[in-house]
T-cell receptor, first 113, second 115 residues
Framework: DGGITQSPKYLFRKEGQNVTLSCEQN?????MYWYRQDPGQGLRLIYY???????QKGDIAEGYSVSREKKESFPLTVTSAQKNPTAFYLC????????????FGEGSWLTVV | AQSVTQPDIHITVSEGASLELRCNYS??????LFWYVQSPGQGLQLLLK??????LVQGIKGFEAEFKRSQSSFNLRKPSVHWSDAAEYFC?????????????FGTGTRLTIIP
């Protein structure tokens, strides 16, 4: 079935460690996105990519990094520089162009211990 | 910069009653507007979207929304809610920046259904 797969679903990290969240889509979408969700704050855009080998910072990119080496994949690395990384992370994708529906994965929970 | 306001953090409705969730946006041009629903610990599912044309938009699961430019609003409605509608609802505005589309979300409204 077509869709967006995020892994792992739950991840625990010690302070000072980097961690990478995986996002794979088989929808043949050009655009991919990473959002962070915190209680009471809605979703905030971290990074987005419209084509392979190109990506742009969103509203809260500090402490995060991404790569887009393949159309299907858009991994997110949460670095030790991210001050408050515990959150729910959502990957999304869409056909490029205005007004197109953005589809979401099931999310990954990251907890820093 | 664009913004979205959902003034109701939490709404409780009896099963079978009507529902209206409020959404106000701020954007200089005509926006693309979306409503998404999220069950606990899950991703978001699109309910409906406004792109252009008819200002009353029909969506899935019996939901509809009306775009009112004069009020900068895009309220979500359902005539009769079901227990399965309990979830969190997010309004979003899509804008195109240098050819790239970005979604800005409201903070969400949590809907509780009582029997």
């Amino acid at each position: 079935d077509g869709g967006i797969t995020q892994s792992p679903k739950y991840l625990f990290r010690k302070e000072g460690q980097n961690v990478t969240l995986s996002c794979e889509q088989n929808l043949n979408h050009d655009a991919m996105y990473w959002y962070r969700q915190d209680p009471g704050q809605g979703l905030r855009l971290i990074y987005y990519s419209q084509i392979v080998n190109d990506f742009q910072k969103g509203d809260i990119a500090e402490g995060y990094s991404v790569s887009r080496e393949k159309k299907e994949s858009f991994p997110l690395t949460v670095t030790s520089a991210q001050k408050n990384p515990t959150a729910f992370y959502l990957c999304a994708s869409s056909v490029s162009g205005p007004g197109n529906t953005i589809y979401f994965g099931e999310g990954s929970w990251l907890t820093v211990v | 910069a664009q913004s979205v306001t959902q003034p109701d953090i939490h709404i409780t409705v009896s099963e079978g009653a009507s529902l209206e969730l409020r959404c106000n946006y701020s954007y200089g041009a005509t926006p693309y507007l979306f409503w998404y629903v999220q069950s606990p610990g899950q991703g978001l599912q699109l309910l409906l979207k406004y792109f252009s044309g008819d200002t009353l938009v029909q969506g899935i699961k019996g939901f509809e929304a009306e775009f009112k430019r004069s009020q900068s609003s895009f309220n979500l409605r359902k005539p009769s809610v079901h227990w399965s509608d309990a979830a969190e609802y997010f309004c979003a505005v899509g804008v195109v920046v240098f050819g790239n589309e970005k979604l800005t979300f409201g903070t969400g409204t949590r809907l509780t259904i009582i029997p």
